[in-house]
């Protein structure tokens, strides 16, 4: 489209972003001409206002023409060079581009934020060089995976420690932990916190890769326990049976409940331990266990609506004695690991029904952290993968947040290229076909 065609209506007093920018011109259907047409307006407009006319400059002021430069820019249309004018001031001998004092660029770097957080996104769902050769067939001019790779350790640890250092409020916590293949051979632990909220979606509550549980512990206090009424509620934290979880993550005055698949898992495998590696005593047992796992969810979920709680009560009892009668009755046929684990079980398997008593729902398994492991394991945990400790965490990072807080990525994208346009209409740029105009 002509450039005569279009009258751009653009609030300089604040710095505006060249994403932001591009973004509208991507908004109205046009490319890398027209972007490339009003930084050069731009340009000029400052040039003038600043030193006078090309062929009438003013002889007192305070600035003066110092040529031009040429600046290449990566962007969402492509690679663009731009020949920008300079300005010296007399006082100072300052020399500077007028342009880059209203257009925000990333710094002296090529590639520009929203080529970057393309090819981002692109990276979050398959290789460095895979996301390369897709996003190439779009944009002429991508950046190296080795380019991307350091823009997803910035972006990735920026939103990290932006997600760590939030309050929150929740109801309970569901932390998970797996392993990654290390660059130096060894393996690196993955651990995740999700904050879940009854009727809510789950968010991010904290992610490290190479560090402790405790790096995780210490975010619990930017985190407020309250139920959905706002309500004070005893921290909870729902989690495996991995050990010292539980204890870890569990504050002072809270309550663990061990996931009740976890619970069922664990004892097939403390009777192989014990001995037992199959037959039907070892299928009885199991299914004993998971019997009364199941039998208190079903109370739970029949009384608790009729409002019948001494009904509930009675069967927490009852599964609190049935277990340790079954875990006696283990250790006097031998498989102590076994009885042992169902007599410390006991009372936590309890937990999410006797908070259910008080009006708290806390959930009985940690099926959603589970999931997001899945999600984790089928982009991170290939065979002939390996990670440093920044890479991985700052793409899991931006991974998990898409997946767990979609809105929370956009925001943070939105904030990161747009600035303080981000929550405006049309980023508070407003685009006239004068054609049309004239037409109407």
């Not at 400052?46 to 430069?69: D, I, Q, T």
């Not at 009892?317 to 049935?322: A, F, H, I, L």
């Not at 029904?353 to 945990?381: D, F, H």
Request: with cysteine; net charge positive.
């Amino acid at each position: 489209m002509p450039k005569s065609q279009l009258e751009w209506s653009v609030d300089w007093t604040e710095p505006i972003t060249l994403a932001a920018l591009t973004q509208r011109i991507y908004e109205e259907g046009l490319g890398r001409a027209d972007l490339v047409a009003l930084l050069e307006d731009r340009d000029r407009e400052l040039c003038n206002e600043l030193c006078g006319p090309w062929y009438h400059p003013r002889k007192v002021g305070r600035y003066r023409r110092a040529g031009r430069k040429w600046r290449l820019l990566g962007t969402r249309f492509g690679k663009i060079s731009v020949r920008v004018r300079r300005v010296r001031e007399i006082t100072t001998g300052e020399i500077f581009s007028p342009l880059w004092r209203d257009v925000r660029l990333d710094g002296p770097r090529v590639y520009q934020p929203d080529v970057i957080a393309l090819a981002e996104q692109f990276t979050e769902r398959m290789t460095y060089r895979d996301a390369r050769e897709e996003l190439g067939k779009v944009v002429v001019g991508v950046p190296s995976p080795r380019t991307v790779n350091r823009r997803v350790i910035e972006d990735g640890n920026l939103l990290n420690e932006a997600i760590r250092r939030r309050e929150m409020v929740t109801e309970a916590i569901i932390p998970d932990g797996t392993k990654l293949h290390a660059k130096n051979g060894k393996l690196h632990d993955v651990n995740i916190t999700l904050a879940t909220q009854f009727g809510e979606r789950p968010r991010l509550r904290c992610l490290t890769v190479g560090a402790p549980w405790k790096a995780h512990r210490e975010t619990l206090s930017r985190t407020t326990f309250r139920n959905v009424e706002g309500q004070a509620v005893p921290p909870t934290v729902v989690s495996d049976l991995e050990p010292g979880l539980g204890e870890t993550m569990t504050p002072a005055g809270g309550y663990w409940q061990p996931d009740h698949v976890h619970i069922v898992r664990s004892a097939r495998w403390s009777l192989w331990e014990d001995g037992l590696r199959g037959g039907p005593e070892k299928r009885v047992i199991l299914r004993t266990v998971s019997g009364l796992l199941r039998h208190l969810r079903n109370s739970v979920t029949f009384h608790l609506p009729r409002g019948e709680v001494e009904a509930i009560e009675h069967r927490i009892q009852q599964t609190t004695k049935e277990f340790r009668r079954l875990g006696t009755r283990l250790l006097n046929a031998g498989y102590w690991r076994t009885a042992s684990m169902l007599h410390r079980m006991s009372d936590q398997v309890t937990t999410f029904a006797s908070l259910a008593v008080q009006g708290i729902a806390v959930p009985w398994n940690s099926n959603v952290v589970e999931r997001l492991m899945g999600t984790v394991s089928k982009r991170t945990k290939h065979k002939w993968m390996s990670w440093t400790t920044q890479g991985s965490q700052g793409l899991l990072t931006l991974l998990v947040t898409r997946a767990v807080e979609p809105r929370t990525h956009e925001q943070f994208w939105r904030r990161k290229l747009y600035g303080h346009l981000s929550p405006l209409p049309h980023l508070g740029i407003e685009v006239t076909r004068l054609a049309e105009a004239a037409g109407s």
